[in-house]
């Protein structure tokens, strides 16, 4: 059972990225996915998250209206695409599954460095 996120990068300001966070050995349905970043220094910080049984969303308000979340149900993987990327959104992220009920999320992916920068 796990978690495999990709997709980051070295990328400049204004550029964009598509992050992806697979699950193996576990089918989403009934699961909150979200995804998290931390900065060196920084505590770490929630991005966004999906509901992947209907695909109800939620964004922080760093990143709502550049970041948009959503899910592939026959590949059991869910997307952040990152569009208008800035310098504070470098930082090591995330995604991380919860079950239905519980309020810890119970598998996190390895993350996945995003350097944005000139």
């Known amino acids: 059972v796990q978690l495999q996120a990709s997709g980051g990068g070295l990328v400049q300001p204004g550029g964009s990225l598509r992050l992806s966070c697979a699950a193996r050995?576990?089918?989403?349905?009934?699961?909150?996915i979200g995804w998290f970043r931390q900065a060196p220094g920084k505590e770490r910080e929630g991005v966004s998250r999906?509901?992947?049984?209907?695909?109800?969303?939620y964004y922080a308000d760093s990143v709502k209206g550049r970041f948009t979340i959503s899910r592939d149900t026959a590949k059991n993987t869910v997307y952040l695409q990152m569009s208008v990327l800035e310098p504070e959104d470098t930082a090591l992220y995330y995604c991380?599954?919860?079950?239905?009920?519980?309020?810890?999320?119970?598998?996190w992916g390895q993350g996945t460095q995003v350097t944005v920068s000139s």
């Open positions: 999906i509901y992947f049984t209907t695909g109800s969303t």
């Open positions: 050995g576990f089918n989403l349905d009934y699961y909150t």
């Open positions: 991380a599954a919860r079950m239905d009920g519980r309020r810890q999320y119970d598998y």
